[in-house]
């Protein structure tokens, strides 16, 4: 029972309290300023057919397996050189030398540190994918947890597949089992973000994966919202372009069987806290919340241009 306890204060209670005393500012300034140049760019790119993908890893201090998911990435492009155009890492603040493998493994490496997309610095894994879609010059990019240490060879191929398909699907999660064959979502999406999502979107609450890292977009798409700059950024991926375009935009493909890194309890609080974030900050109908509280949930401000301003 004491467990049971913890475990809800540490993914429930902590991170909804920690929101009320938020002093995270949004200017205006950032949050309208949308890199609308990249995105006329990446038009005139598209073709109905034959779109090709980036394969996108943000790492933060994973020499550990960035070359295990750095070669399964490469032979993925070896054995579809009409799909994938390059293996894209986004090096966010590594302190080891996850960018020196990657780069050895044959990736192209860019840096989030002195990136001039992030002229106030990272905030986290939001803006490596912010550095990642202004970096890549393919119609579509499909992004990877660089933890993980099982992928199946034909995972970008069931991902790619709906868009390339129809113009009107904007996003594809992934979805998959965890080695050992157990279907159960993580603990941050079972305990935080799926009764939030119940309670505040349900039409979104019927997907599997929704903080779920491996997924692919249009590069038009995502450079036209405004990006969390930290762990909230999946969901709020997913929700903003459902209220944009509507839940038949996003589809849900299994690409088999992963092995992630387990992660603390410590660590996922942290997590948590961003998702509640995330989606409280769009829930502002829902809850009746002033501009000034929907702002203070949003980590969109003057030290991050998760935006992707030009």
């Not at 399964?72 to 579809?80: E, G, I, L, N, V």
């Not at 990877?144 to 191929?157: G, Y």
């Amino acid at each position: 029972m004491c467990h049971v306890q913890s475990t809800l204060v540490m993914f429930v209670t902590k991170p909804l309290l920690s929101l009320t005393n938020s002093d995270t500012s949004v200017t205006a300034f950032w949050r309208c300023f949308v890199n609308t140049g990249h995105m006329k760019l990446n038009t005139l790119r598209m073709r109905r057919r034959g779109a090709m993908t980036t394969i996108c890893i943000p790492a933060k201090d994973e020499a550990g397996t960035i070359a295990q998911v750095v070669d399964a990435c490469m032979s993925m492009m070896r054995s579809h050189p009409s799909l994938i155009k390059e293996i894209l890492v986004v090096d966010d603040r590594s302190t080891d030398d996850t960018a020196r493998i990657a780069r050895e493994r044959g990736a192209r490496v860019v840096a989030t540190v002195g990136s001039p997309w992030l002229p106030f610095g990272s905030n986290g894994k939001g803006d490596a994918i912010a550095v990642g879609v202004r970096s890549c010059t393919s119609e579509l990019i499909t992004f990877v947890d660089a933890d993980v240490t099982t992928l199946d060879p034909e995972f970008v191929v069931t991902l790619m597949r709906p868009l390339r398909r129809s113009r009107a699907v904007h996003l594809v999660k992934g979805t998959f089992r965890r080695v050992g064959g157990s279907s159960e979502s993580g603990r941050v999406t079972m305990l935080t973000a799926l009764p939030l999502l119940r309670l505040l979107h349900p039409e979104v609450a019927t997907f599997q994966e929704p903080l779920g890292g491996i997924f692919s977009a249009r590069v038009s798409t995502l450079a036209a919202l405004d990006l969390e700059a930290d762990y909230g950024v999946d969901v709020g991926i997913l929700l903003d372009v459902v209220s944009r375009y509507g839940r038949s935009s996003v589809e849900e493909v299994d690409v088999g069987s992963l092995e992630h890194r387990r992660r603390d309890l410590s660590s996922l609080s942290n997590t948590a806290e961003h998702v509640a974030r995330a989606i409280l900050a769009r829930s502002s109908g829902q809850l009746g919340l002033s501009g000034d509280m929907r702002d203070k949930l949003r980590v969109v401000d003057e030290r991050s241009i998760a935006s992707l301003s030009a």
